[in-house]
Nanobody, 125 residues
Framework: QVQLVESGGGLVQPGGSLRLSCAAS????????IGWFRQAPGKEREEISC??????KIVESMKGRFTTSRDNAKNAVHLQLNNLKPEDKAVYYC????????????????????WGPGIQVTVSS
């Protein structure tokens, strides 16, 4: 069974950091794209990043605060969130299309087919 599960969220004060993880089961992540998205209350889902086996991207507004990394030994992809702000409060999701050897140049939210259930990140003082 193909499954993605996010972890590492929670409550953090402004300026703090969290590392989210996206763990896969039912398949191995080595050659597949993992995209990160978030959705805040009352807002549309927003793209954060793309990570493939050969390239990656972060949306311009988040570059410098958020980064991605891969841990193939643990079959997981991480999203490092630094200098968190109250407006970063959202449910964070990871997703994949299960198409091997894709480039992030071709990635878009419309390609995402398999999604994790999401995990809450709350930034509050």
């Amino acid at each position: 069974q193909v499954q993605l599960v996010e972890s590492g969220g929670g409550l953090v004060q402004p300026g703090g950091s969290l590392r989210l993880s996206c763990a896969a089961s039912g398949f191995t992540l080595d050659y597949y794209i993992i995209g990160w998205f978030r959705q805040a209350p009352g807002k549309e889902r927003e793209e954060i990043s793309c990570s493939s086996n050969s390239d990656s991207k972060i949306v311009e507004s988040m570059k410098g605060r958020f980064t991605t990394s891969r841990d193939n030994a643990k079959n997981a992809v991480h999203l490092q969130l630094n200098n968190l702000k109250p407006e970063d409060k959202a449910v964070y999701y990871c997703a994949t299309d299960l198409l091997p050897l894709e480039s992030c140049r071709s990635w878009a939210e419309s390609r995402a087919e398999y999604w994790g259930p999401g995990i809450q990140v709350t930034v509050s003082s």
